[in-house]
């Protein structure tokens, strides 16, 4: 119903605008500067949580790391230009690929409660056990075998090199399961003949709606060759692991990552030794000229000089004779 009050026409309030109206004004007297009732929901109901605040439109981004501040390259090229970071990786690949490794059976605890005699198996059992235990042996030296050269081109200790070097350097570890020569990807039914260390700054991870890593069959990693999606893998098709992983970012967080201010420094240190060695620090002889130059004379003949002396440690050595100051 309308009103005609002084000319003009009034429209009641709403009900549920009043109720809500008179909440707030209850909480707010209530409690003195109360916090109030949280936002309504903006998103829709059936919306799930998410495992972080991902960019709209992730897996539309080509360039692995794209929302990160430092980039693979940038990582691996600070990694190769400060000579103690390098010897430190080095030391530590050195210290892994020595480290004794074998496969063995893994035994499966007792149950909690049961005794000895109750743990004795039948004569049955133990010819399960025999045969199972010939299956492992079995399995055990295939393993052995398989991992001497994991993709049949290095031996264990280079290729667990590589994988330490990324490990390090990108934290981005990425081994593509191939089952010929040519690198095809593994597939259900098809055995894998190697395990490739793969450059893990061409892997950019793909997510589904809650920020996870896909399940197989859906893609799970995309290889990013020549500025565009070259190959996809699933989760069962690339082992991709990062070292330190954190629940707000995509990829890892290297061990060179985290010092990379320290390596700014140490280089920043190390280009101002050098120089203080070779350019120096002061001249070499500073000499006046006579009062009657000008600026540009002296200009003039500063550059001649060092353009005779310029890259030439020979001519550097000789005496030059130059006109006094008071000849013509």
């Known amino acids: ?25 209850r909480q707010t007297y209530e409690v003195w500067f109360g916090p109030l009732l949280p936002l309504p929901q903006v998103a829709p109901p059936d919306t799930h949580a998410r495992r972080f605040d991902y960019p709209s439109g992730a897996n539309l981004v080509t360039l692995p790391r ?34 004794p490794w074998l496969f063995r059976r893994k035994n499966r605890p007792r149950a909690a409660g049961s005794t000895a005699a109750e743990s004795r198996s039948t004569k049955s059992t133990s010819s399960i056990k025999s045969t199972s235990s010939n299956d492992s042996a079995n399995r055990i030296e295939e393993l052995t075998e398989f991992f001497e050269s994991p993709d049949r081109e290095h031996g264990f200790d280079d290729w667990i090199r590589m994988v330490i070097e990324e490990l390090l350097v990108i934290d981005a570890v990425s081994l593509a399961a191939t089952t010929d020569d040519h690198g095809s990807v593994w597939s259900p ?75 700014n420094l140490a280089l920043r240190r190390q280009m101002y030794m050098l120089a203080y060695f070779t350019d120096g620090n002061i001249p070499e002889a500073i000499c006046q000229v006579p ?28 005496i030059i004779f130059i006109p006094s100051a008071g000849g013509k």
């Open 1 to 25: 119903m309308t009103e005609t009050i002084r000319g003009g026409t009034a429209k009641p309030v709403e009900p549920g605008m009043l109720a809500r109206f008179g909440q707030r004004l």
């Open 66 to 99: 794209n929302f990160e501040a430092v980039s693979f390259q940038q990582m691996r090229d600070l990694a190769d230009s400060l000579d103690l970071v390098r010897i430190a990786i080095e030391t530590r690949k050195d210290q892994v690929s020595k480290m």
């Open 189 to 263: 039914g098809k055995k894998v003949e190697r395990f490739e260390v793969i450059d893990g700054a061409t892997v950019k991870r793909v997510i589904d709606d809650m920020g996870r890593t896909p399940s197989p069959p859906e893609v799970a990693y995309q290889q990013i060759l020549k500025g565009v999606p070259a190959i996809d893998f699933t989760a069962d098709e690339l082992v991709y692991r990062p070292r330190n992983l954190r629940a707000h970012k995509f990829y890892g967080y290297s061990p060179v990552e985290q010092i990379i201010i320290t390596i």
């Open 291 to 318: 009062e009657t130059w000008h600026n540009d004379a002296v200009l003039q003949f500063q550059k001649s000089w060092d353009g005779m002396l310029a890259g030439n440690l020979e001519q550097r050595r000789r």
